[in-house]
């Protein structure tokens, strides 16, 4: 099945020249819909389906009331106090997309032939943290008004003197990573070739520009939802399910979502008055969605192995 590998990839790498088709003012929203809420309610149903007792769930079930609860009492303090939460679900949010972005590189590279040896995963999985870890300071260290999941931020006083070494350190890290691979990569395949080159690449075109533009901003959720496509899609529709079947559950994966990110908390927003409710909603859901994703996704489990041989 190289067909999924080239997909993920083919189309995400397409998706990055939605910047352009941006600036001319083509909407994200309808891509979101159509690729993050499917893949947000899809990540709960799998979830829901692997769970063999709600007693060792505690804390994922509990964890929506303790951040909705921090979100509150952060309200009520300072500026920085505010933006803590939001600050840091979005580090956790850039962690999470660096890992799920070089676990799909593995996976796609599996698929396409190519073998990697222990070094070269270590050396791939410094590379894939790296790049967003440098990208994520010096977003951080801007002191211009910014806002995250609909939040105002107060900006944090990091300093600016770092950042040329930063980068430094992340072309040594590169060129750790490239002798890895020269040194210890043998082809098994001639699909895979160009594929180490790819995975090199693909940091920088992800995690980089989106700090730099804001138009650049929806597209990481947006390729994070399709790369993880062909893997929930496989664990909900292994069996030989009708198309229309397919065709009905997608529809009411983005009726739910639509429910649980616009809907829902638009309408306890004029319910309440407090706008601020929306920010805090979005802030959960991620967060929530992150930890339940780190749940559901282990190797250790058969279904998640297949797809690496199927």
């Known amino acids: 099945m190289r067909l999924d590998a080239v997909m993920v990839w083919g189309v995400s790498l397409l998706l990055l020249l939605l910047p352009l088709s941006i ?6 929203i309808p891509l979101l819909i ?6 947000f309610v899809a990540t709960y149903v799998i979830w829901q389906g692997k769970v063999t007792s709600w007693r060792q769930e505690w804390a994922a079930l509990g964890f929506p009331v303790a951040y909705l609860g921090l979100c509150w009492w952060a309200e009520s303090g300072p500026g920085w106090v505010k933006s803590l939460p939001y600050q840091l679900t979005y580090l956790y949010l850039v962690y999470h997309f ?3 972005t070089y676990g799909a590189a593995l996976w796609g590279g599996l698929r396409l032939g190519c073998q990697f040896t222990r070094p070269q995963k270590r050396w791939l999985g410094l590379w ?3 790049v967003p870890s440098t990208a994520i300071y010096a977003f951080f260290a801007q002191t211009k ?3 995250l999941f609909y939040h105002p931020i107060k900006p944090w006083i990091l300093p600016t003197a770092p950042i040329p070494y930063l980068y430094l350190l992340l072309g040594v890290i590169l060129v750790g990573t490239m002798i890895s691979l020269g040194l210890h990569y043998h ?4 699909a895979g070739v160009l594929w ?6 693909l940091p920088l075109i992800w995690f980089l520009p989106p700090f730099h533009a804001s138009q650049w901003v929806p597209l990481i959720p947006l390729l994070h939802a399709i790369q993880y496509a062909p893997f929930w899609s496989k664990l909900l529709w292994a069996s030989p399910t009708p198309w229309y079947k397919k065709c009905a559950h997608y529809l009411a994966f983005v009726a739910v979502g639509w429910l649980l990110f616009r809907w829902m908390p638009l309408r306890l927003v004029d319910l309440t008055n ?4 929306y920010a805090m909603w979005i802030g959960m859901l991620n967060a929530h969605h992150f930890l339940i994703d780190g749940r559901i996704w282990k190797l250790s489990d058969e279904k998640n192995r297949a797809l690496f041989t199927s």
């Open 187 to 190: 082809q098994q395949k001639k």
């Open 274 to 277: 407090i706008t601020v409710f």
């Open 98 to 100: 660096a890992r799920q």
């Open 34 to 39: 159509a690729f993050s809420f499917p893949h």
């Open 128 to 130: 894939f943290l790296s």
């Open 145 to 147: 008004p910014r806002t």
């Open 196 to 201: 180490p080159v790819v995975m090199l690449a």
């Open 23 to 28: 600036w001319q003012g083509l909407p994200l």
